[in-house]
């Protein structure tokens, strides 16, 4: 069973940062992304960042590029998610999405979810 843990949202003024992190707990898997979906109240759940964690390769929605920044630590299966000049339109829950491939030979690719963390931000 894929285990997902997020952990940093919380509530904070505009202009403010904040830190998310997601670890892939178990199991492990040898290519795979991981990326942040967000879902505001009365709205769809929408794409905000995604990174490939072979290649570092990132990809970002246009309105949160320039203010929040994707990175990865391999070692520790984890990806962080940094948020600067947070707005409150990114007031939303952010969930932690991983795209993995559990089977190579067939090029078999799965996606699993985390449970998501809330991110308040307040004018």
């Known amino acids: 069973q894929v285990q997902l843990v997020e952990s940093g949202g919380g509530l904070v003024q505009a202009g403010g940062s904040l830190r998310l992190s997601c670890t892939l707990s178990?199991?492990?898997?040898?290519?795979?992304?991981m990326g942040w979906f967000r879902q505001a109240p009365g709205k769809e759940r929408g794409f905000v960042t995604t990174i490939s964690m072979s290649f570092g390769s990132a990809y970002y929605a246009d309105s949160v590029k320039g203010r929040f920044t994707i990175s990865r630590d391999n070692t520790k299966s984890t990806m962080y998610l940094q948020m600067d000049s947070l707005k409150p339109e990114d007031t939303a829950v952010y969930y932690c999405?991983?795209?993995?491939?559990?089977?190579?030979?067939?090029?078999?690719?799965?996606?699993?979810w985390g449970r998501g963390t809330q991110v308040t931000v307040s004018t």
């Open positions: 999405k991983i795209r993995a491939q559990i089977l190579a030979s067939l090029n078999i690719w799965n996606v699993y």
């Open positions: 178990r199991p492990t898997f040898s290519n795979y992304a």
